[in-house]
């Protein structure tokens, strides 16, 4: 019990102290020894280092040495805390530096730095972050230094490789042979228009969607918006990437998938297995189902993607094992989906509370679409500009990705000193919602804020929805073709509405978990949509 300290006697009350210090000596010397310590300690590390070394970014002080004490925050909401941070610099665009869970971070905010960090792939590295990743992942030490450390050589057969570039590096002009407009892109998309056409349909929805349909009658079916989307992208981006062997293995890896998805933001984070046990089992079973995948001979899978096989080929003739295949490709069936289903339901989400966008879009893309349900995909990439200012205002409302870099050696970032071994970080966010390049009322969806204006804003160093650099996301071509045609296909074939009882329901970011992309939306928000088939 502490005694009582004024009782009106002063005499008295210092006796009383000066008993309590007798009695608590060694405790009070020990809280008064670690203030003390806390103080000078943060005196020299947020008031004489910077002094001494005013090349390097300044950082935002904390309380707690070595660990920081903005971990907590960068959990909850990162985008509030970078904040905080910029205010507490003065908005001045310099870099500065965060420290959380023993991690420093410099934080670029500055559209021309950004360009600058892009550029440096000699001493700023993402490898460093594929090989974290893919060591997550389980990929053995093996597998990972012929990966990333083994030349293939110039004149060998399959795909070309002139400049005789490691797998790691290589898979890279993959990717790009894939995702880049030409044929291989036109038939990837293709397959993923025609699973639409055939599943965009009331009866067929009816037994896809039994599993989480909250009503459905001969009329209309209902089902939450942002699963009902995810679901659909998954299951398409399977189908175009892996044909249908997949689905004949596990016919619910979608549903495996997203579950992972919901926590993949632990793998970004390198959460214990003691921790992440749900994230791993899902994984697991992905992986378990490529095993299965891989062990049916090439020529009985049939209708999937160029790069599948072509990848699965470089993987044979580098003597990587079936595990580390299987684990490889659970990270390509990753990237097909995570970003492209997100982008579905927020560009609905913001047509269905914006209605008025509704009847622009299905005028707009009305003449894509013939008697017989041919749909003229050319007519969707060039021919709509309201549906195109949509998606690049979805984008910028809905990214919340951070580009990572580790600084492998010293390195000077706009006359700022950036030190081996800590990582870079390029918010998006920031990006997006500076008002000097977008004007005005960022936070609100207007994709008339594009209107003639698309070049100026989308090519420049504030745009930033797939990275940028070398390692800028090669499936930006494929995400907007797959999300444009969809959103355009549900519109002209169902009246859209969302239940009276969910006219207040709002979806909203998540900005506390980190992505490689788009943000989720908050964990338990969800819109239900009513679809009822238009009459012709
Ligand atoms: C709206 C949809 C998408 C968004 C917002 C998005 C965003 C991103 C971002 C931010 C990165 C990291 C770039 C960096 O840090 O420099 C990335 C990388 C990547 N994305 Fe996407 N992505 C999307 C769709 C796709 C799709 C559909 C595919 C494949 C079919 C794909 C394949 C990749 C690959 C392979 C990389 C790694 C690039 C590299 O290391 O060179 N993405 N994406």
């Given at each position: 019990?502490?005694?009582?300290?004024?009782?009106?006697?002063?005499?008295?009350?210092?006796?009383?102290?000066?008993?309590?210090?007798?009695?608590?000596?060694?405790?009070?010397?020990?809280?008064?020894?670690?203030?003390?310590?806390?103080?000078?300690?943060?005196?020299?590390k947020f008031?004489?280092?910077?002094?001494?070394?005013?090349?390097?970014?300044?950082?935002?002080?904390?309380?707690?040495?070595?660990?920081?004490?903005?971990?907590?925050?960068?959990?909850?909401?990162?985008?509030?805390?970078?904040?905080?941070?910029?205010?507490?610099?003065?908005?001045n665009?310099?870099?500065?530096?965060?420290?959380?869970?023993?991690?420093?971070?410099?934080?670029?905010?500055?559209?021309?730095?950004?360009?600058?960090?892009?550029?440096?792939?000699?001493?700023?590295?993402?490898?460093?972050?594929?090989?974290?990743?893919?060591?997550?992942?389980?990929?053995?030490?093996?597998?990972?230094e012929?990966?990333?450390?083994?030349?293939?050589?110039?004149?060998?057969?399959?795909?070309?490789?002139?400049?005789?570039?490691?797998?790691?590096?290589f898979?890279?002009?993959?990717?790009?042979?894939?995702?880049?407009?030409?044929?291989?892109?036109?038939?990837?998309?293709?397959?993923?228009?025609?699973?639409?056409?055939?599943?965009?349909?009331?009866?067929?929805?009816?037994?896809?969607?039994?599993?989480?349909?909250?009503?459905?009658?001969?009329?209309?079916?209902?089902?939450?918006?942002?699963?009902?989307?995810?679901?659909?992208?998954?299951?398409?981006?399977?189908?175009?990437?892996?044909?249908?062997?997949?689905?004949?293995?596990?016919?619910?890896?979608?549903?495996?998938?997203?579950q992972?998805?919901?926590?993949?933001?632990?793998?970004?984070?390198?959460?214990?297995?003691?921790f992440?046990?749900?994230?791993?089992?899902?994984?697991?079973?992905?992986?378990?189902?490529?095993?299965?995948?891989?062990?049916?001979?090439?020529?009985?899978?049939?209708?999937?993607?160029?790069?599948?096989?072509?990848?699965?080929?470089?993987?044979?003739?580098?003597?990587?094992?079936?595990?580390?295949?299987?684990?490889?490709?659970?990270?390509?069936?990753?990237?097909?989906?995570?970003?492209?289903?997100?982008?579905?339901?927020?560009?609905?989400?913001?047509?269905?509370?914006n209605?008025?966008?509704?009847?622009?879009?299905?005028?707009?893309?009305?003449?894509?679409?013939?008697?017989?349900?041919?749909?003229?995909?050319?007519?969707i990439?060039?021919?709509?500009?309201?549906?195109?200012?949509?998606w690049?205002?979805?984008?910028?409302?809905?990214?919340?990705?951070?580009?990572?870099?580790?600084?492998?050696?010293?390195?000077?970032?706009?006359?700022?000193?950036?030190?081996?071994?800590?990582?870079i970080?390029?918010?998006?966010?920031?990006?997006?919602?500076?008002?000097?390049?977008?004007?005005?009322?960022?936070?609100?969806?207007?994709?008339?804020?594009?209107?003639?204006?698309?070049?100026?804003?989308?090519?420049?160093?504030?745009?930033?929805?797939?990275?940028?650099?070398?390692?800028?996301?090669?499936?930006?071509?494929i995400?907007?073709?797959?999300?444009?045609?969809?959103?355009a296909?549900?519109?002209?074939?169902?009246?859209?509405?969302?239940?009276?009882?969910?006219?207040?329901a709002?979806?909203?970011?998540?900005?506390?978990?980190?992505?490689?992309?788009?943000?989720?939306?908050?964990?338990?928000?969800?819109?239900?949509?009513?679809?009822?088939?238009?009459?012709?």
């Open positions: 019990m502490l005694p009582q300290l004024w009782d009106g006697n002063q005499e008295g009350t210092l006796i009383t102290l000066a008993a309590f210090w007798q009695e608590h000596r060694t405790l009070l010397m020990g809280v008064l020894f670690l203030l003390a310590f806390l103080a000078l300690w943060r005196l020299w008031s004489f280092y910077p002094l001494l070394h005013p090349a390097e970014p300044k950082e935002l002080p904390s309380w707690i040495p070595i660990l920081g004490y903005h971990g907590y925050s960068f959990f909850n909401n990162s985008h509030a805390l970078l904040s905080t941070a910029i205010a507490y610099f003065g908005n665009g310099e870099p500065f530096a965060v420290t959380a869970f023993g991690a420093t971070f410099y934080v670029i905010t500055h559209p021309r730095q950004t360009v600058e960090v892009y550029k440096n792939t000699e001493s700023l590295s993402f490898e460093e972050f594929l090989v974290n990743l893919m060591k997550y992942f389980g990929l053995s030490k093996d597998t990972l012929s990966v990333f450390h083994t030349p293939l050589p110039r004149d060998k057969p399959g795909f070309p490789n002139p400049d005789g570039l490691a797998l790691g590096y898979v890279r002009s993959m990717h790009h042979e894939q995702l880049f407009p030409g044929r291989k892109l036109d038939l990837l998309e293709q397959v993923m228009k025609d699973w639409f056409d055939q599943h965009l349909h009331l009866t067929t929805l009816r037994k896809l969607c039994a599993p989480y349909s909250s009503s459905t009658n001969e009329h209309f079916i209902e089902v939450p918006l942002t699963k009902w989307c995810s679901e659909l992208f998954t299951r398409a981006g399977e189908v175009a990437y892996f044909g249908d062997t997949l689905q004949h293995i596990e016919p619910n890896m979608a549903t495996v998938f997203l992972y998805d919901d926590l993949s933001w632990q793998v970004l984070y390198q959460y214990p297995t003691v992440s046990r749900t994230m791993h089992a899902a994984i697991g079973r992905m992986q378990g189902v490529f095993l299965q995948y891989f062990e049916v001979p090439q020529s009985e899978r049939c209708k999937d993607a160029w790069f599948t096989k072509a990848i699965e080929n470089e993987c044979h003739a580098l003597g990587i094992n079936r595990q580390d295949m299987a684990r490889f490709m659970t990270t390509v069936y990753w990237v097909v989906s995570t970003n492209t289903r997100k982008a579905a339901f927020w560009l609905l989400y913001y047509i269905l509370k209605p008025s966008w509704i009847a622009t879009i299905r005028e707009e893309t009305k003449p894509a679409f013939g008697d017989n349900s041919a749909i003229n995909l050319d007519y990439h060039n021919h709509c500009p309201r549906l195109e200012q949509c690049f205002e979805t984008l910028r409302l809905s990214s919340n990705s951070a580009s990572a870099r580790v600084v492998t050696q010293d390195t000077v970032i706009g006359h700022h000193l950036m030190r081996k071994g800590n990582k970080l390029i918010s998006y966010r920031f990006l997006h919602f500076n008002s000097a390049v977008f004007g005005d009322r960022v936070e609100l969806f207007l994709p008339e804020r594009f209107e003639g204006r698309v070049n100026v804003l989308t090519r420049g160093a504030s745009w930033r929805p797939f990275g940028g650099g070398k390692t800028m996301c090669p499936g930006h071509f995400a907007k073709r797959e999300t444009l045609m969809f959103v296909m549900v519109l002209q074939r169902f009246d859209l509405e969302t239940p009276p009882c969910q006219a207040q709002i979806l909203e970011p998540d900005l506390g978990k980190p992505v490689l992309g788009l943000a989720d939306c908050k964990v338990g928000q969800e819109l239900l949509l009513r679809l009822t088939p238009r009459k012709s």
